[in-house]
Nanobody, 118 residues
């Protein structure tokens, strides 16, 4: 059984920073790849960033240079450091894990809300 619990979402002013955390339980084979997605009001869920078990990272264009995904040494927690936030970053942020290096993510958390005020 895989459990993902996000935390760290809050109201932050534009230009500010925030670090999201996601506590991940489960076998190593269930978290070959971990990622953050977000869903803004009225929009579809969008990929933000991912990190593989070997710590290779991939970022969406809007996240590159502002967001950093990382994990702790045991890969039990995945972080998303977000800098220079703008109101367009307002969304519910979800973490997810995959049992493979490609394809879909099988396990999802319930999300943490980030609101960026202008």
């Amino acid at each position: 059984q895989v459990s993902l619990v996000e935390s760290g979402g809050e109201l932050v002013p534009a230009g500010g920073s925030l670090r999201l955390s996601c506590a991940v339980s489960g076998r190593t084979s269930d978290k070959i790849r971990m990622a953050w997605f977000r869903q803004a009001p009225g929009k579809e869920r969008a990929f933000v960033a991912s990190i593989s078990y070997s710590r290779n990272t991939v970022y969406a264009e809007f996240a590159r240079g502002r967001f950093t995904i990382s994990t702790d040494n045991a890969q039990n927690t995945v972080y998303l450091q977000m800098n220079n936030l703008s109101p367009e970053d307002t969304a519910v942020y979800y973490c997810a894990t995959s049992t493979s290096t490609i394809g879909t993510f099988q396990y999802w958390g319930r999300g943490t809300r980030v609101t960026v005020s202008s």
